[in-house]
């Protein structure tokens, strides 16, 4: 019941930023958490940062300090701001949304890469 459209990705040097964008559709009232995962070249999907509806937030040891996940309510819209940007921080990004009765819904991916 809810859709999940991310954008945002692309190919920045180190030290760099970007701001990703998700933007969720459907049943937008029943959301209670939307978070941002990330999967790596052949490693497992990790959590980076989450928002819960009371607006507690939190994150991934390696990115605390450099990245930022906030909302706008009136878009429908959940932002990462990713700054100090790392090559270890090259993965496939995945919008994350809970609704109640544990239902989970994924974005398509959107692809971060930090090189030279």
């Known amino acids: 019941q809810v859709q999940l459209v991310e954008s945002g990705g692309g190919l920045v040097q180190p030290g760099g930023s970007l701001r990703l964008s998700c933007a969720a559709s459907?049943?937008?009232?029943?959301?209670?958490?939307m978070g941002w995962y990330r999967q790596p070249a052949g490693k497992e999907r990790e959590l980076v940062a989450r928002?819960?509806?009371?607006?507690?937030?939190n994150y991934a040891d390696s990115v605390k300090g450099r990245f930022t996940i906030f909302r706008d309510n009136a878009k429908n819209t959940v932002y990462l701001q990713m700054n100090s940007l790392k090559p270890e921080d090259t993965a496939v990004y995945y919008c994350?949304?809970?609704?109640?009765?544990?239902?989970?819904?994924w974005g398509q991916g959107t692809q971060v890469a930090v090189s030279s």
């Open positions: 459907g049943s937008i009232f029943s959301i209670n958490v």
């Open positions: 994350h949304a809970a609704q109640p009765g544990y239902l989970y819904y």
């Open positions: 928002i819960t509806r009371d607006d507690t937030t």
